[in-house]
């Protein structure tokens, strides 16, 4: 089962795997691997001449490597893409190999292709693309965007699909980067809005395009079970966790990657308490929910992303916005003041209340590309030979996955199952 | 069902949280924001002002940031206090939600409740609260010994029952701290006295207090399930393996941190094979049992942490009383033992007999506040508003979170219902 | 039951654990106590003389410090083989004690006897052992080794078994680890050779002399479901997130450890979609399985580290041969090629292409090592006081583990039972 049906529409899906999606990943790898082969090399960090160079330049430890300052975070953050966002969209009771697996994949594939993206916008030096610690920490974070927008379609998409939707959206994301980093000199250290308000409305302008009218059928399987909810729990609190890690991998060295951690410690925690707060308050007895997420939009916003990850990067955004605009010399000092928004060469004259301006132009251009950007991705995930499965198959491991056989007999919703039915004493 | 019951003893017991855990929590979280607003800054070294600070005191790099000599350890010591401390408790079959779930509510309040408590006895410098990545490791230290008091009243309390425990106890363990830290002088690098044995003792009086005669009504809930195990294995192992990080992480620079992470990783190494020896010598056919605690107290000690840290803790601090009162300038150095001990200012004149002595006096005060405190908040936390639950309800996730349906039909006891019985062939 | 029982072939085993396991652990661990007494003493960089040390060397900051560059690195390795290797193994439906605890179990005993090994090998001055971070991820090292021949036996041998196992791989470990490293002077950074291909190829030929012909009995456990594969994922994504740790973990100061980490890095993404790739070609409908590995050789490798460390540490090994005939001072620079391959003392003339030869004579070296070593420790552990199970309980956790009553009742296989027959509506 599971390679060829027919839809609540009457339409026959075709989700068999076998040619179509090995044929994807080879042509993919092969591409990548030429295109590092002639475009990438060693950051001078990273590349031997290192120690030549260090003499030179008068580095008198080993210690000021770039890779002392950012490896932990960066395995922290890689460890929030991996096993955060795979194990936070396990709640599903019949997908959990889906959630891990799949962002496994275009993951894997997200992070190459944003390497050569991101590279050739921000480290291109003589026709090679100059990669070291903070190239990998911005390539998690671009695949960190694609994992939000995966929420949204969580469970009403093929692998194929899933790679093609990366391929785009961390296109689209080196441009909007750009466009926000390099030509309007914004700040967006956390990523409010190149990371969340884009990934978010990226990922929801796609789940609308791809709107199955007839979903209903499988409501049954879009609830979790108790061991479902636990995994979900390992991928909420990895998130939780190293959030300040996130936040704080490519500051500035030194007071500024300090200050971006402790912010976040503290907001997050505080966060926790008004969260739970609300979650209790919408329950009719007072009772706790897990994972405390939930959509009332319904555009089939699986995994809710917009509570969590559109508002908040929204928020973020405009919080950014004001607080650029209201920055003193008097709270930051004059060096502080420079070094925080990068007040040097072109813009050594920006004054604090321009940036704000800037910022707020930031989040306008993110939310436009996500949603032009998210439209034409949608409208080219239909193609019929992506492998989309059939409205009944969704949120179902089955038709992509060897799902172990005795596995499936003690599947919740098969003990429901009439036929065992409970015998009266 | 769970809002309200009538107990074993006949007592209604009102288990609805809807309107007194959403006040607590935002009560509680509205202080936070201005006490924080009112009293907490950054540290010189996570302040905008660093660099030119920097540049005054003659500090060569940004590496020398004390944010890149504990960092990855403090998040070491965070995935301890959220997924270790979470997930360790995860054994009992029904309440999964409730171990992960309210450890991550009152861990995240305790972390803020903390920073205040212990910045006004620690940081406090022109009557603000000065705060870097030392405190943020601190404060996490405070709420593992709130972690540990959990332990022994894990599935009999109501989440703003443990609201309540956390502010009391986050407040007693900054007052024990000062005293022994500032007006004893006493080392206590691993937190035997003032995390281990005052969280203990101070958890078993509380449950001591809160004794529920007719428990073992539900005592089948009191024991796991084979997957449940493997949960609690997750918790187990990330104690297990950060606790290196977790004893160095506010050790002195240099060799003082590096000998506590090589001392702890010798010593745990070595414990897992006496544990393993015992567990298997004390069942009868040599069986290993998992996870490796029990209680023979018979005083509802639910997670056994007279075993796991009140006898430990205990332990380790007389052990520590005896090293320092034995230690020598042959073996630490003249330098080292000034600066192991901190022989300096006020202290430079302490012989390392007398500071043994004031080891000894460490753990005795530490005992005392745990109990005397526990005895208090235990009668505090008796109050009928702040929800316990109905005997008949401890160790069960769905009196005070929204279980999924289907689950509690597969749920194991549920198995043994006479109703579906096996069909004679 | 589970302590004596008739197997296929008619032997009676007594798998009875209760003296032998505490016996071998006790008597082991106190041979530690005393070795590490009489032997181990700290690193200066890890001493209490350390500050006066560095007063005389003029190194100017504590940073410098190799636990600053060393200890985030080893923590993730710790990572891989307690959680990583241990979770990695709980895909069989009934194992997932053993695999978790065993592993637990073997590497914490592992790891102390690696030290002394490698120590008198390696860090041994005046008589003693010198410790710093470098030798405890050097130990983990080791037993990752040990975890990978585990792999292979998965299952099928008592704990007593498998401490004795560890006590003879960790030993010829270290003695071809010396000739590797010491006498050929070969460099394998991440462990090709001393650990993945003596490792594979240790466990493959312990397995063969282990080989039970009537195993098929119990060939309905050695298969997954559902949530045991998910916990597996949780292994598996934890050895491939840290890999670069892993990798980078011993490599010199600076821009080594900064390409070591890149380079696994970029590695790992690219085989995450060759290895789906083939998964879904080698199955008919092309859906994935999970974990992705799987024998086809026959020789009762339950984990298919055939492919999984075997192959790639063979390419591995030959890859490095290759590698290091082929390297310029073009590419490396000078200084460079110098201290990559540490062309310096004895071997300051030793041409690139002589050093591919003795690469090429370490991988011959370590087979040799692994194939003779795993025949004559294969052979010790046939000896029949060692508790070995009969077939028919391999693969089952009962047999050494006290498993929570309620879950033997709702076990997968059990649901199968005829007895509990779906009643016909």
């Known amino acids: 089962m599971g390679s060829e049906r027919v839809s609540g529409s009457g339409m026959a899906k075709n ?6 999606l090995p044929f994807v990943c ?4 092969v591409a990548m691997v030429v295109l590092f082969g002639v475009f990438v090399r060693f950051d001078p960090e990273a590349d031997a001449h290192w120690k030549a160079e260090q003499q030179q ?4 430890s080993d210690i000021e490597n770039d890779f002392y300052f950012r490896y932990p975070s960066f395995q922290d953050v890689h460890v929030m893409i991996f096993v955060g966002f795979g194990f936070l969209m396990t709640f599903l009771q019949r ?10 994949l275009f993951a894997a594939f997200g992070i190459q292709w944003a390497l050569l993206m991101q590279g050739w916008f921000h480290s291109f030096e003589n026709g090679k693309i100059l990669i070291g610690v903070e190239n990998l920490i911005n390539a998690d974070f671009c695949v960190g965007s694609v994992c939000i927008a995966f929420g949204a379609i969580l469970g009403k998409t ?6 093609v939707l990366t391929l785009f959206q961390v296109t689209l994301f080196a441009v909007n980067e750009y466009i926000l980093l390099n030509l309007l000199h914004v700040k967006d250290a956390g990523g409010s809005m190149t990371i969340h308000t884009f990934g978010a409305y990226f990922g929801l302008t796609v789940t609308r395009i791809l709107y199955r009218p007839n979903l209903d059928q499988s409501k049954d399987k879009q609830g979790s079970v108790y061991h479902s909810d636990l995994f979900a729990m390992i991928g909420t609190l990895y998130l939780w966790m190293y959030w300040p890690s996130f936040n704080s991998a490519i500051s500035n060295h030194g007071d500024a990657q300090h200050r971006a951690a402790i912010n976040t410690y503290c907001s997050l925690a505080s ?8 979650s209790s308050l919408l329950q009719k007895k007072g009772k706790l929910d897990m994972p405390f997420l939930e959509s009332k939009l319904h555009i089939q916003d699986t995994c809710g992303i917009h509570n969590l990850h559109a508002m908040p990067g929204l928020i973020g955004g405009i919080v950014g916005a004001v607080t650029a605009a209201a920055a003193t010399e008097e709270v930051y000092g004059k060096e502080g003041l420079i070094s925080a928004f ?5 813009y050594q004259d920006r ?6 301006g800037f910022q707020a132009a930031g989040i306008c251009v993110s939310l436009a590309m996500a949603v032009a950007g998210g439209a034409i991705v949608g409208a080219i995930l239909k193609l019929p030979f992506l492998g989309d499965p059939a409205d009944e198959n969704c949120f179902e491991d089955d038709v992509f996955w060897e799902v172990p056989e005795d596995s499936e007999s003690s599947s919740l919703y098969h003990m429901h199952d009439p036929a065992l039915k409970p015998v009266t004493p």
Do not use: I
């Open 15 to 20: 989700t068999h795997m076998r040619w179509r």
């Open 26 to 29: 080879l042509l993919w790898e």
């Open 57 to 60: 330049q008068n580095v008198t």
């Open 95 to 104: 997908y959990g190999f889906g959630a891990v697996g799949f962002n496994f």
């Open 158 to 163: 093929s692998p194929v699909q899933l790679l």
């Open 271 to 278: 966060c926790v308490l008004t969260t739970v707060a609300f």
């Open 342 to 346: 990068d007040f040097t060469g072109d």
């Open 351 to 356: 004054m604090p209340s321009v940036q704000g």
